[in-house]
């Protein structure tokens, strides 16, 4: 006997109440999605409609966590991605993917995340994927020796990938180790001649040695993104330091306008508008950078000091009498202090 449309639509419906019946009876959250919800994107409902007429496989579920993840939908990725695992417990990728959903977001968990990735490397343990993303979780929690474990196998694995070679040299420097950070700095560029981060280390690390090479480096951020306030803050500051004023005012000029929140671009700008007496300039400037820190002890120090330069001892004294109750190592605001006092005292 032949079914009717209306007959087939009942039995899938029945078929997919005793279906989602027993799966929360096994303490899986499966729900129906039909192609008529528009709550839901198209993709979403394309892939659900064909896991309403195959309900058990886990590629699907795993495609449609996948879609959920790129929408940022990370609640129902993971509710697929367990189903996924459910329906294939041995396959790798599910649980790798199962401890990268897990670890984004603002809820991350860490734990369950570290328990996903060795689930994954138990499968597979020439998983290079989840031998970093492991060694990231381990690293974040200052893990090292777990940590550089797992970017050395990531690194055997693959050996032209430049990333577990530059986190290998993040360990290094974050050991101590400065010597042997900077040599895989250096070999992360030999695989990756634009790399980013590389760079800004090698940039940053010459830097503290006012060595001319950070100029080199710091071009070649640059010229990578031009809107880096990172690398125009650093840039800004080398010229500071070797008294080329100017060039660091426009620098910390642009860091500014690429990212007005900066504080100590602002902070350091207003203290060139002093040198050059400016004060309303620097007085603007760290009117902004209070606004935006407001127990940044040192800037009502300088702005304390640059209301002295403009004999407003009032003001004056009350960001120096500020800055002390933030830090009471605020040594300048001491002296400052004096002889604020002491002007007020031979004023009377």
């Given amino acids: 006997m032949l079914l009717t449309k209306s007959k087939i639509v009942i039995c899938l419906t029945i078929f997919m109440i005793v279906f989602i019946t027993s799966c929360q009876k096994k303490g899986l959250d499966i ?6 919800d528009t709550s839901y994107s198209l993709d979403i409902r394309s892939v659900s409609e064909k896991i309403n007429k195959n309900p058990q496989s886990a590629e699907l579920y795993f495609n449609r966590a996948n879609a959920f993840y790129f929408e940022d939908n990370l609640k129902e990725a993971i509710i697929d991605i367990n189903a996924a695992i459910y329906y294939d417990s041995i396959n790798a990728d599910y649980h790798y993917y199962h401890g990268k959903y897990l670890m984004s977001g603002d809820t991350a968990n860490s734990q369950l995340a570290e328990n996903a990735f060795l689930k994954a490397l138990h499968l597979k343990n020439n998983y290079s994927d989840a031998h970093q993303a492991l060694a990231y979780l381990y690293l974040a ?6 940590a550089e474990i797992h970017y050395t ?39 990756d001649s634009k790399h980013y981060d590389a760079i800004m280390q090698l940039g940053l690390f010459y830097a503290n040695k006012n060595d001319k090479k950070t100029i080199v480096f710091l071009d070649r951020a640059l010229a990578i993104n031009e809107y880096s306030d ?23 000029e642009n860091c500014i306008r690429v990212n007005p929140s900066h504080i100590f671009s602002r902070y350091n700008l ?26 940044y002890a040192d800037a009502y120090t300088l702005r304390g000091r640059v209301f002295e330069m403009k004999k407003d001892k009032t003001r004056a004294y009350f960001d120096y009498v500020k800055a002390i109750n ?11 202090l004096k002889r604020v006092n002491i002007n007020v005292t031979l004023s009377n």
């Fill in 31 to 36: 729900r129906v999605i039909t192609d008529k």
């Fill in 141 to 146: 929690k200052q893990q090292y020796d777990l």
């Fill in 153 to 191: 196998e990531a690194s055997k694995i693959t050996p032209s990938n430049p990333e577990p070679i530059f986190y290998l040299g993040m360990i290094a420097k974050e050991i101590g180790d400065t010597a042997k950070a900077i040599l895989l700095f250096e070999k992360t560029l030999v695989y």
């Fill in 230 to 252: 990172e690398a125009l803050y650093a840039k800004g500051l080398y010229f500071q330091n070797n008294q080329k004023l100017k060039e660091a005012s426009i620098l910390y």
């Fill in 270 to 295: 207003a203290l060139l508008n002093a040198m050059a007496l400016d004060y309303d300039n620097a007085i603007k400037n760290l009117d902004a950078a209070i606004g935006l820190s407001p127990d």
């Fill in 326 to 336: 933030l830090d009471d190592n605020q040594t300048l605001a001491k002296e400052g």
